[in-house]
T-cell receptor, first 115, second 115 residues
Framework: AQTVTQSQPEMSVQEAETVTLSCTYDTSESDYYLFWYKQPPSRQMILVIRQEAYKQQNATENRFSVNFQKAAKSFSLKISDSQLGDAAMYFCAYRSAQGAQKLVFGQGTRLTINP | DSGVTQTPKHLITATGQRVTLRCSPRSGDLSVYWYQQSLDQGLQFLIQYYNGEERAKGNILERFSAQQFPDLHSELNLSSLELGDSALYFC??????????????FGPGTRLLVL
């Protein structure tokens, strides 16, 4: 079974600075998808960014980018120019490309932005 | 706003009772997924329905059941409720059966408190 690990329960960063959230996963599959979801205090789960395992190029969405290291099974999220609205829980998630389409989530990292 | 709606937003009930959570997927989406978020278990996949049929099952208790109706809305039924069932229940939807590059979009969740 696939597992996702987020080793940083909490992180903090100064406003306008850059922060990197870590995620590792365990799988025997070669084709899969990785996601970062954001959960603000409203509890809504919001998709931040998605990475296809077959793509070597790291995904980027505005201030959000990932560092995908397939061999190391690592998928970190970098937030540049941090803003107060980025404060939230961030969840890393894995989904197989075949078979069950469920998302497997890590335990989450709580990100605090210091003004 | 993801386009996925869930009702009710909050639910308070007593042990031993039965409740029904409702989810309407985004317009055009055929798959509905149910997830449970609790403090001790984190975010866990419960079940997926695709176009009215059960597609995948996760860590769903026998006391829980779900269905998807012809209009594609879904209901999650929780019976013989226990204190440990208190959690945030999310519904998500996707366009197809969940494969390929599909993304799951989450509703705002239903917060269930069992007293």
């Amino acid at each position: 079974a696939q597992t996702v690990t987020q080793s940083q329960p909490e992180m903090s960063v100064q406003e306008a600075e850059t922060v990197t959230l870590s995620c590792t996963y365990d799988t025997s599959e070669s084709d899969y998808y990785l996601f970062w979801y954001k959960q603000p205090p409203s509890r809504q789960m919001i998709l931040v960014i998605r990475q296809e395992a077959y793509k070597q190029q790291n995904a980027t969405e505005n201030r959000f980018s990932v560092n995908f290291q397939k061999a190391a099974k690592s998928f970190s999220l970098k937030i540049s120019d941090s803003q107060l609205g980025d404060a939230a829980m961030y969840f890393c998630a894995y989904r197989s490309a075949q078979g069950a389409q469920k998302l497997v989530f890590g335990q989450g990292t709580r990100l605090t932005i210091n003004p | 706003d993801s386009g996925v709606t869930q009702t009710p937003k909050h639910l308070i009930t007593a042990t031993g009772q039965r409740v029904t959570l409702r989810c309407s997927p985004r317009s055009g989406d055929l798959s509905v997924y149910w997830y449970q978020q609790s403090l001790d278990q984190g975010l866990q996949f419960l079940i997926q329905y695709y176009n009215g049929e059960e597609r995948a099952k996760g860590n769903i208790l026998e006391r829980f059941s779900a269905q998807q109706f012809p209009d594609l809305h879904s209901e999650l039924n929780l019976s013989s409720l226990e204190l440990g069932d208190s959690a945030l229940y999310f519904c998500a939807s996707s366009v197809g059966s969940g494969g390929g590059s599909e993304t799951q979009y989450f509703g705002p969740g239903t917060r269930l408190l069992v007293l």
